[in-house]
């Protein structure tokens, strides 16, 4: 684009008059090459935008894929969460939905379940449902297996945990705290600008008060608390505050939850379904997950309440089988969404 202009200043005469000084020639030269500069300037407008047009991006074209119906992915269904699926609850993240078609008739339930369960899987009954795993039932599956094994257990008034990082499948009485939705803890609500009055105790002896048994501690048992009469603290006169006031929205309660244990069903059962319906805040999931370590379970020969949060249900039905012939020790890790039952002390 510049070699019209180089040759255009070749071409002007090369002597110049004595008089004509630098700026001079300098005008000269942008008055004769006027012309030649517009149209250089066009040319390079016009190149440009050639360019802009030969790299302008093509549109992208979207498509929706839908999920085939044979197999879901892990991430997708939960069967807590499939409607349809009432008895079947599920700890971990779960995984491929197989499809089965199964017919049988007159075998035990044991054998029925193992052929709706994957292949290596574990079912497990609880200790009350021996006898009920030799009865006789009829099978007709054809669909994915949770689904086909909820059908099943709707019939014979069972309910069942999936275990899905142990692959097991723990097998229990229906009960109505299994369908319970789980209520979220509420935390103390903070209020701002509470005052307490402060009264100096009069002398008392000293009270001994026994400390309850926790079994989330690595101790057997909790030391007792002793609580010693203090001294009158001397206040000092009122001070005139410039600090503003901040206002705390106080937040309402939320009402503690009620953890209820049937009688006839056992505690490992009790503790499963409590398991199934809590949520875990705090930790790396959002289910709690259960590690039964022994192979002692007792009875619930009575219905049993207890009102509060999980942990504090958990806390109150172990201590009622501290004087058992076999005492049960239970340990909870809150980060890991985890907690471990066996009979000796969990570390």
Known sequence: MLLPIILGGCSLPHRQPDSSDALQFVDAQIQTNTQIIILAQDSLKQASAMTQRARSPTPKLS??????????????????????????????TPGTFTLINRTAR????????????????????????KTVSQQRVNLEANDQWPFALDRLLIQHQLVALINWPTQRVSIARWTTSFNSAPVATASPAKTGNVSALIKPPTSSPSVISPGPYNPFSASRTVGPTVIKPGKAIPSSPPVASTTPVIKVEVKPTVAPKDWRAEKGSTLKDTV??????????????????VVWMTDVNYRIDAPLSFSG???????????????????????????????????????
Not at 74 to 80: A, D, E, L, W
Not at 106 to 126: C, K, M, R, Y
Not at 278 to 289: F, L, P, Q, R
Not at 309 to 322: M, P, Q
Request: net charge positive.
């Open 63 to 92: 498509s929706s894929l839908k999920p085939s119906a044979a197999t879901f992915n892990s991430g997708q269904i939960n069967p807590s969460s499939i409607r349809g699926v009432k008895n079947v609850k599920s700890l971990g």
């Open 272 to 289: 499963f379904l409590w398991a199934a319906n809590a949520k875990c805040i705090k930790g790396e999931n959002d289910t709690w997950s």
């Open 106 to 129: 007159n075998q035990p339930l044991d054998a029925a379940l193992h052929q709706i369960v994957p292949q290596g899987w574990t079912v497990e009954f609880s200790a009350d449902l």
């Open 309 to 347: 949060s999980f942990r504090e249900a958990l806390n109150g039905v172990f201590r009622l089988y501290t004087t058992a012939t076999v005492p049960l020790y239970a340990g909870i890790s809150t980060t890991q969404c985890l907690i471990k039952v066996d009979d000796k002390e969990v570390r």
